[in-house]
């Protein structure tokens, strides 16, 4: 099993709909998660970092997050061309190890 | 400004040479973190060190090595015994507890 899975890409939505990218994490001691947003040939920027249960929004992002169920997930509201890149889900254990998922290509198109 | 700065931006690299990429960061931070990028793939933990004089194996650390002599510095030699190195490396950095890594311009490293 890998330490951090994404749901499988590409993902292509209209203009103005909402983007869900979700993500599942195997080790339960992980304590913080991250979203990073990566155009392609250029370094991840973070979007979002959840460290609590619950929703955290951030303009038109939203971040949810169940240690329970080891998930955690972003939505991205009234979605732009500009949206569009590769998401990068990051999940970080007590002991600073830092484990990133596949990634999930989202196109949003005008 | 603080940062961190990744160097050479472009490395090409013969066949049998080992070659090292920089990595330095002046952000104080205590972690540090080597990743290795394919195309169309995400990022693979390569080697990660907590503190100075102490690293720990990632994912894919065979035919890679490190050092952390400084809290400034994590240089990645990239060793002949890897045989296929060509790929896009980023170097990271966080502070402990709950907090967010920042990112270095990367290196792309191809082999000739």
């Known amino acids: 099993q890998k330490e951090v899975e994404q749901n499988s890409g590409p993902l292509s939505v209209p203009e103005g709909a909402i983007a869900s990218l979700n993500c599942t994490y195997s080790d339960r001691g992980s304590q913080s998660f991250f979203w990073y947003r990566q155009y392609s040939g250029k370094s991840p920027e973070l979007i979002m970092f959840i460290y609590s249960n619950g929703d955290k929004e951030d303009g038109r992002f939203t971040a949810q997050l169940n240690k329970a169920s080891q998930y955690v997930s972003l939505l991205i509201r009234d979605s732009q061309p500009s949206d569009s890149a590769t998401y990068l889900c990051a999940v970080k254990t007590s002991g600073s190890r830092l484990t990133f998922g596949e990634g999930t290509q989202l196109t949003v198109n005008p | 400004d603080g940062g961190i700065t990744q160097s050479p931006k472009y490395l090409f690299r013969k066949e049998g040479q080992n070659v090292t990429l920089s990595c330095e960061q002046n952000?104080?931070?205590?972690?540090m973190y080597w990743y290795r990028q394919d195309p169309g793939q995400g990022l693979r933990l390569i080697y990660y060190?907590?503190?100075?004089?102490?690293?720990q194996k990632g994912d894919i650390a065979e035919g890679y090595s490190v050092s952390r002599e400084k809290k400034e510095s994590f240089p990645l030699t990239v060793t002949s015994a890897q045989k296929n190195p060509t790929a896009f490396y980023l170097c990271a950095s966080t502070s402990t507890g709950n907090t967010e890594a920042f990112f270095g311009q990367g290196t792309r490293l191809t082999v000739v």
């Open positions: 952000l104080n931070h205590d972690a």
């Open positions: 060190s907590q503190i100075v004089n102490d690293f």
